[in-house]
């Protein structure tokens, strides 16, 4: 089973600045691997398919890159609505399917 | 495009309970589905997942021969029948379409199932 560890499980920005949040996969998943939103009392919402490729109606002040074994996900002029949970999973070698234990991005 | 679960409720430890996964405003034969479930206040945990056509159907380990996946394209509709369910089965219950084996890019809002004496 391939494990994902998000790092740092909470962080603290302040609106206007950039986030920068981190995936990192146990063992090689090429770039086969999404991030997901999720905000309380709401399911997950899709953000990144294949790493980098931007789900529809996702703001360009979202990005996502890196292959391999490490990732990241970057929001950029940060907005109050993007205070939120923030979670990756590989589809690279399933089933199971796996998530990462998620990212709280919080208001500094 | 939507999906909606129903089913979810309270429930004794062994008891059972079936949850539907109703879709709507997509071609439904396109897509597997899969149930994710997610304990209140912690991440999300893959349950089961199966093919467009039912050839192929997965499980989590911690449900393996307790719950049973099935859908009826006809009626648009995926089922998770769960049966001997514990106190760890308590989680919010999403279903969730793929293409093949690629993320999830439509979730439906969820459905509680409690497992509590």
């Known amino acids: 089973e391939i494990v994902l560890t998000q790092s740092p499980a909470t962080l603290s920005v302040s609106p206007g600045e950039t986030a920068t949040l981190s995936c990192r996969a146990s063992?090689?998943?090429?770039?086969?691997l999404g991030w997901y939103q999720q905000k309380p009392g709401q399911a997950p919402r899709l953000l990144f398919h294949?790493?980098?490729a931007r789900a529809t109606g996702i703001p360009a002040r979202f990005s996502g890159s890196g292959s391999g074994t490490e990732f990241t996900l970057t929001i950029s002029s940060l907005k109050s609505e993007d205070f939120a949970m923030y979670y990756c999973?590989?589809?690279?070698?399933?089933?199971?399917?796996?998530f990462g234990q998620g990212t709280k991005l919080v208001v500094k | 495009v939507q999906l909606v679960e129903s089913g979810g409720g309270l429930v004794k430890p062994g008891g059972s309970l079936r949850l539907s996964c109703a879709a709507s405003?997509?071609?439904?034969?396109?897509?597997?589905i899969n149930w994710v479930r997610q304990t209140p206040g912690k991440g999300l945990e893959w349950v089961s997942s199966?093919?467009?056509?039912?050839?192929?159907?997965f499980y989590a380990d911690s449900v393996k021969g307790r719950f049973t996946i099935s859908r009826d394209n006809a009626k648009k509709s995926v089922f998770l029948q769960m049966n001997r369910l514990r106190a760890d089965d308590t989680a919010f219950y999403y279903c969730?379409?793929?293409?093949?084996?690629?993320?999830?890019?439509?979730w439906g809002q969820g459905t509680m199932v409690t497992v509590s004496s």
């Open positions: 969730a379409r793929a293409i093949n084996g690629d993320v999830f890019d439509v």
């Open positions: 063992q090689s998943i090429n770039t086969n």
């Open positions: 405003g997509f071609t439904f034969t396109d897509y597997n």
């Open positions: 999973q590989q589809y690279h070698n399933w089933p199971p399917y796996t």
């Open positions: 294949a790493a980098s």
């Open positions: 199966i093919s467009s056509s039912s050839s192929y159907i």
